[in-house]
């Protein structure tokens, strides 16, 4: 096996470990991930200098599936990409409920992810960036096209114009992220006080049009 491959293997156990562990990192081990792998740990620590850029790794390939969902890529619009055929709120509304769908099917990880953010908080970490990135969903995108095409700015000013469009929207981006976090983190008693089981789909709608109201 090429290091290629056994370093695609030792994140895919990584993975699976914490998928069967729930979330819970303190049960994901590097002496565990080895034996899994039926490798030595030293193979292990060889590939990833640490169990934390391990845990990272497997957690950024599934989070960045959800920031190009509210940025977009190359191939795509964002999702909150309205047109005219919905308000920009009831845009980030449909938004919202994507991003807590995503968290609860993807349970695990999003669990493992947020928690560890909850216990070592950044201007980098998991929930900060979901932030940057449901902000500049929300920035107006005509405005940002406009700057992006217009030939009588450098670079440097664009990307301060798009800045300032994407800060307008970080305070309420923060706000609805740092819901929509809590209501999956404790979706227990969510369901207990509020009778929102947000495993339910159409629970899960009603309980973030119910949120979303309140927020915009």
Do not use: W
């Amino acid at each position: 096996m090429g290091a290629a491959e056994t370093r695609e293997k030792i994140l895919k156990i990584t993975t699976d470990l914490i998928l069967e562990r729930g979330g819970d990192l303190n049960a994901v081990t590097i002496r565990k991930i080895a034996a899994r792998a039926k490798i030595g740990v030293g193979l292990v620590n060889h590939y990833f200098e640490s169990k934390e850029q391990l845990v990272c790794q497997c957690i950024d390939s599934v989070f960045r599936e959800l920031f190009e969902m509210l940025t977009g890529t190359a191939d795509g619009e964002s999702i909150l990409a309205s047109g005219d055929e919905i308000t920009r709120d009831e845009a980030t509304t449909n938004a919202a409920k994507a991003v807590m769908s995503f968290l609860i099917s993807h349970e695990a990880i999003a669990r493992a992810a947020l928690l560890r953010d909850a216990e070592n908080p950044s201007g980098q970490d998991y929930t900060s960036k979901l932030v940057d990135a449901f902000a500049y969903a929300m920035a107006d995108h005509k405005k940002i096209e406009e700057v992006r095409s217009n030939p009588r700015m450098n670079e440097r000013m664009k990307n301060q114009f798009i800045e300032h469009f994407v800060n307008e929207q970080r305070i309420k981006s923060f706000m609805i992220i740092s819901s929509v976090k809590e209501a999956f983190i404790r979706r227990e008693s969510v369901k207990e006080t509020l009778s929102a089981d947000l495993t339910d789909e159409e629970a899960r709608d009603e309980f973030m049009e119910s949120l979303m109201e309140q927020l915009l």
